[in-house]
């Protein structure tokens, strides 16, 4: 695993767990912020390392859920020790993520692949929550649609979107190295042309859009729930992933002025597809858009 979204001050640490346990403490990590975790051998067989680098909003979470950690020896090389397990994951009936290094299998008639290099931003396709999110793109855009991906990460679901045949797509992102990395994604692909990626507000972009990507975590999602709905048009669907199972009831209710169509779910996280009320006022402000770990 390799997923998450960015930050400043962030540490490596190093936290032991039960080899059991390994999987759902990894989520964990991801869920407070980390761009990559890697999975290393301890003394003892039934224990593993998990090395993540964290910023002090999730250091502080750890402390205060109990959990030990310590510094571990950044050299860089363990942020990329995942790669060597990386493959390719089909999402929904047609659509395939491969990362770049992997070699591509046959295709099956009808099959859209992306292509992507994601470096240290979110989005190599593995994660729960971005296959979540592809399913409901691949079964929710429509040819010439305008779609938004808030916290853009790798730009994987846009890119998605636009090979999908979307016509347009913003992809926004608080982290400047995911903006670039999306841009990058963007051209491998060959959609550079259809996919806008930047750092722009949610407040400061112009007009609705058909379809709302949101991959991010329960908190930002409440912050960030009025410009969601208000930048959704009426009709429009928003899907939010990042939401353990276990929070999906919150995260709907926070999302004023919409209505639940569909809810999936995949190894213990959730992605709603909601739609946006006809002539339902959207409430709240904010301007964050935080990509999910």
Partial sequence: ???AGGGSARVAVEVEVERGSAELVADRLFQLGATAVAEQAAGDGDRVVLVADLGPAGLDALAAEGRQVRPA????????????????HRCGRHLVVRPAWVLPSEPEPGDVEVVVEPGGAFG??????TRLCLAAVERLVRPGDR???VGCGSGVLGVAAALLGAGEVDAVDVDPHAVEVTRRVAAANGVAHLVRASGTALDALDGTYDLVL???LLPTIRELAGPLVSRTRPGGHLVVSGVLVDQADEARRSLAGTEAVASDELDGWV????ARSVGSPARGRGSRAEPHG
């Fill in 214 to 216: 949101a991959n991010l």
């Fill in 271 to 274: 992605a709603l597809v909601l």
């Fill in 147 to 149: 779609v938004l991906d």
């Fill in 124 to 129: 190599s396709g593995s994660h729960a929550t």
């Fill in 1 to 3: 695993m390799g997923e």
């Fill in 73 to 88: 020896e950044d050299d860089g090389a363990w942020q990329d020790a995942w790669r060597e397990h990386a493959r390719a």
